[in-house]
């Protein structure tokens, strides 16, 4: 139940018709933008290589602004799922 309440960004994009699914068939199993073989990974890279919403958009046919802030969503939500294992001392 503590899990659902700290989705509400995802499931806020998701309303909006934009949400990053697992989909086995499509991407290997990765997580990608619902009903593309555009992967999460492949989003969080442009943007991280300094490329624009506008830019990803426009080199894009299918991706809207929100399933590209679904893809920073789930990531995050993914980054908050990692357990950190301290060194062993």
Known sequence: ???ESQKPAKRKAAKKGASATTQAASA???PCIKGTRITVYDILEYLASGMSEDEILAD???PT???I???IAFAADRERK???IPPAA
């Open 1 to 3: 139940m503590a899990e």
């Open 28 to 30: 290997k199993g990765k």
């Open 60 to 62: 894009f046919p299918y």
């Open 65 to 67: 602004r929100d399933d």
């Open 69 to 71: 802030r679904a893809c």
């Open 82 to 84: 990692l357990v950190s």
